[in-house]
């Protein structure tokens, strides 16, 4: 396994206690260490079947101690880091780290079969009294550690974790790489690069059940986080390319300049005076909610209309949001970039890679994001956040694309505007059906560090007014679904779907629960494969109801999560909802929820049925039909999704 490094680190960057490679979490001193002594590796399972490998951090320093053990997928280079710990002045007898009092050896393998070296030994340690193991000690002899191995951490410094990604499983067992439980804003927990294990199901990551622990900052003084002028520098240093598709029509823009290019402002019941923007969103409401009563448009002038939709390249600008994360650990600078128009949605299906689907897909104002974790420790760019459709996902930098020293690449997709971290064709769906989300370079580019302001951080930042705009950045359009979606059937195979010459797809949901509180504090932060964030007075998923007749001519139902995952699983209502589920749900009732913090229950809000059906529906009538559920998924979330209520959630919420 080849070592991955990013050539000419960023220098030290003086002031505070950023970047001193020790951060202190209120008596206990941790250091992040990224050089590693292989333990055992295996070259089979895992992802791409390529095995794992074991390590423990070497050489440590005098003073620290290993707080556990590092394992990485063999698929890609050697990139990670695991912390070690010891007490500082203020804890002269050492009391907050203690060697364990005994090991229980929890996994052994001595098999050997092709592709294994030697055996290995897994063994947790345990802890003392008032104490808690956060990491295992792994060995390639039966022979059992010496105590003096690793330290158990005194309980006020830990906190509950969760497993996370897969990273090899064999026989039951399953090794995970974990991640705090509580990633709120105002939580201290924090990763510390270790392992867990537990034997179960391979699918199932949601818990734990090794008794392990995480550890939290205690520190109130967050000196470790870097000031603004450093988040700049940082920002320069690592600032993405963003390249857009050679077909992209609709590029991004500053928003002084949508502004300033005839962008109105409408008012509900007062629609044929819209009002002219002025050039920083001054005269735009501040504040209150997303209640339908204001929204932008786009100038009325077709020829104008025509040009402002195109946007300007020349302008655009990266606005560039900074909070402290993991126990100000890290530090993610998530950058937003503006589009006043979003084209038309494509899709393939089966034979046909490319179908236009009309104007579905079409809006108004768009905003899109990345986010940059940056190491406190050291200033090193650890993950991007891409914000792919159907889910973003974290992408570590040793798997980058980097161009000019340490900045990376990021990909637009074409006439949609998700970010990916490399040129393809990404399919939203399953099989040979779904959503196409292409990227590609060309000649044009953003240079996103060369253009770039803060407009939301710790340290006080002068906020532009479109900030504090809480409404609708674009209309509801108003075209005929059905129509649009008649014009693809025309190009399918087989028997058509039958649609009701009257029906609405926009009506398709049975129930859509809950708006976003952009105001709200204790908001989650948006992790891998998560779309959304989760907040106690947050639901936002639609159940629909399709109702078909079956082989034996008996009427069925079914229902749909939409978007599909769309909510993490522990603020998901307690559906059970899935395609082709038997389960049928009343309106108007009330359901537990899995979440419960402030809130228990949800209620349901009738929104109309799916007014559609076939008779002896075949293989390829069923995939034209779940085809059409996920065209609505999309559409739906496309017109109804609050962009700027999620951009002030992020933005607006005061950083701790």
Known sequence: MSNFTISNWVPMLQGGGFGRGVIDIGGLQLLQISSFKK???TYTGGPDDLGVTFFEPSPIPDGFSMLGSYAQPNNRPLFGWVMVGKSDASDPSGQILKSPIEYTQVWINSSKPNGQEDSAYFWLPKPPDGYKAVGYVITSSPDKPSLDKIRCVRAD????FESDNLIWT???LNINDLRPQNRGLEAQALGIGTLSSQENDANDTSSSTTPLSRLKNKNSNLSSTPNLSQVEELFKTYAPYIYFHPDEIYLPS?????????????TKGEESKPVPIDPDGSNLPQGGSNDGAYWLDLPIDEQAKERVKKGDLQTAEAYIHIKPVLGATFTDIQVWLFYPFNGHATAKIGFFRKISLGKIGEHVGDWEHLTLRISNFDGALHQVYFSEHSGGRWVDSSALEFQSGNKFVGYSSLNGHASYSSAGLFLQGSGNIGLRNEAAKSGMVMDTGSRFSVVSAAEEVAEPPWLNYAREWGPKLNYDFGKELRKVEKLLPGKKLHLLPSVDLRSTKVCELGLLNYKAKHVFYSFKRKRYRCHYDYYWASIFKVEYVDHSGQAR????????????????PNFGAAWLTKDKFKVNETYQCWYTLGISKVSMNHKGLFDCQAQDPSTVEMLK??????????TSHILSKPCIDYFKAVFNVPAT
Request: proline fraction near 4%; hydrophobic fraction near 45%; include cysteine.
């Open 39 to 41: 333990i055992w590796a």
């Open 625 to 634: 039909r779940y085809f059409m559920l996920i065209v609505d998924v999309e």
């Open 157 to 160: 410094f830990t906190d509950e």
């Open 557 to 572: 139902f079914a229902f749909a999560e939409a978007p599909n995952e769309a909510l993490p699983s522990e603020c998901r």
């Open 170 to 172: 064999h026989n039951g």
């Open 254 to 266: 500053s928003v002084n300049w949508y502004f300033s290019n005839g962008a109105l402002l409408y």
